[in-house]
Every structure is written in structure tokens, then in C-alpha cells.
């Protein structure tokens, strides 16, 4: 069974940080592309960024562009998401999202940016 977990979310102030954690068992995690999503309240789900199996192209939502970074960690089989600068705007329950044809998404954690 595939499981994706998702940890480090919590209340911020805006200007602050966080950084968020994905990983994944029941599969080679370093197969596998791995996505951020978020959903804010009354809003769809939007991609925020993603990386590839090897790590070497990464892709940002405009509106974070800047401010997030997305990594992979091989070695432990981790993929994070540092967030910068956060923004009120910012706060969302965020989704890892594993996929490879398949697509297996994790519980979410909120992130919540004070102003």
C-alpha cells in the first residue's frame, strides 16, 4: 500500500517561514515526480510546485515564484518545500502529490500566515 505523508505545517506570521516534508512509502520514492498543491478555503486546488524524478527541473507557480524552493533529498527520500516570505495569502492546507502515470496524494498540512 502507498502511503505520502506530509509534515511541517503550522501558523506562521507573514514575513516568516516554513519548510514542509514529503515522503512516501510503498514505492521507489526516486521514481516518482513529486508535486505541491494547496487549497485555500472556497478555492480549488492549484499546483505550487513540482520536481522531477531526477531533481534536476523544478517549476513554480507565478504566485510563489521567488519565495518557495522545492528540493529532494535522496538519500533520505524526502522532498521539501521551503517557504519564504510567506503571505497572508500563503495560508492552505498543502498536498504532496506523487505521481508516475499514477498520482497517490497525502493527508495535506495547514499552513496558516498571520498578518
Known amino acids: 500500500e502507498v502511503q505520502v505523508a506530509e509534515s511541517g505545517g503550522g501558523l506562521v506570521q507573514a514575513g516568516g517561514s516554513l519548510r514542509l516534508s514529503c515522503a512516501a512509502s510503498?514505492?521507489?520514492?526516486?521514481?516518482?515526480?513529486i508535486a505541491w498543491f494547496r487549497q485555500a478555503p472556497g478555492k480549488e486546488r492549484e499546483g505550487v510546485s513540482c520536481?522531477?524524478?531526477?531533481?534536476?527541473?523544478?517549476y513554480y507557480a507565478d504566485s510563489v515564484k521567488g519565495r518557495f524552493t522545492i528540493s529532494r533529498n535522496k538519500a533520505n527520500n524526502t522532498v521539501y518545500l521551503q517557504m519564504n516570505n510567506l503571505k497572508p495569502e500563503d495560508t492552505a492546507v498543502y498536498y504532496c502529490?506523487?505521481?508516475?502515470?499514477?498520482?497517490?496524494w497525502g493527508q495535506g498540512t495547514q499552513v496558516t500566515v498571520s498578518s
Open positions: 510503498g514505492l521507489r520514492f526516486e521514481d516518482y515526480a
Open positions: 520536481i522531477n524524478s531526477d531533481g534536476n527541473y523544478t
Open positions: 502529490n506523487v505521481r508516475r502515470g499514477q498520482m497517490y
